[in-house]
T-cell receptor, first 117, second 114 residues
Framework: AQSVAQPEDQVNVAEGNPLTVKCTYS??????LFWYVQYPNRGLQFLLK??????LVKGSYGFEAEFNKSQTSFHLKKPSALVSDSALYFC???????????????FGRGTQLTVWP | DADVTQTPRNRITKTGKRIMLECSQT?????MYWYRQDPGLGLRLIYYSFDVKDINKGEISDGYSVSRQAQAKFSLSLESAIPNQTALYFCATSERIAATGELFFGEGSRLTVL
């Protein structure tokens, strides 16, 4: 079965410092991996995705994520955090392969990122 | 205007009442979804539809029903609301093409059942 784990409920960093939001996954085939962000009172917004190719994926707002197949991880990173990055971040996985035409995403529980001035 | 529009944005109702949440989209996507968000639980899939004639149950469909009135419209109904259905509900859409899988979300409908 597919699953996603975000081991940290909260991440707190100072503005200007690098940030990492962790995500590990479990799928039986090759994964499609996603990060979404949710600002207060808003819907989820797509940040970036890994389908295939380069393990380092660049996305919106200066975020990037590194796919590590051996560790089944897809951690979200940013070199220099901004106060405006404070939001709820969700990792998601979609299984690929035969029989996987569903397109359903499995979401983690979310990590609240707080960037303090 | 938003690509995925949900109405109402907020609703307070009483136990036993029938509630309908509506979703419309201008993205031209075939696939539409209803998710529920609860604090600490992430998003859970209630129902999804791949086209007007295709409706499927998700993880937590009990107590809910849906209707796909047109390609652009997908409504979620609670026939007899109960307090543990208090949550934030999201509609989402995606393209048919399997290579993407990216979801586009509405702003959410906050439902409170007293």
């Amino acid at each position: 079965a597919q699953s996603v784990a975000q081991p940290e409920d909260q991440v707190n960093v100072a503005e200007g410092n690098p940030l990492t939001v962790k995500c590990t996954y479990s799928v039986s085939g090759n994964p499609y991996l996603f990060w979404y962000v949710q600002y207060p009172n808003r819907g989820l917004q797509f940040l970036l995705k890994y389908i295939t190719g380069d393990n380092l994926v660049k996305g919106s707002y200066g975020f990037e994520a590194e796919f590590n197949k051996s560790q089944t991880s897809f951690h979200l990173k940013k070199p220099s955090a901004l106060v405006s990055d404070s939001a709820l971040y969700f990792c998601a996985v979609r299984e690929t392969g035969r029989g996987s035409t569903l397109g359903r995403l499995y979401f983690g529980r979310g990590t609240q990122l707080t960037v303090w001035p | 205007d938003a690509d995925v529009t949900q109405t109402p944005r907020n609703r307070i109702t009483k136990t036993g009442k029938r509630i309908m949440l509506e979703c419309s989209q201008t993205k031209g996507h075939d696939r539409m979804y209803w998710y529920r968000q609860d604090p600490g639980l992430g998003l859970r899939l209630i129902y999804y539809s791949f086209d007007v004639k295709d409706i499927n149950k998700g993880e937590i469909s009990d107590g809910y029903s849906v209707s796909r009135q047109a390609q652009a419209k997908f409504s979620l109904s609670l026939e007899s609301a109960i307090p543990n259905q208090t949550a934030l509900y999201f509609c989402a859409t995606s393209e048919r093409i399997a290579a993407t899988g990216e979801l586009f979300f509405g702003e959410g409908s906050r439902l409170t059942v007293l």
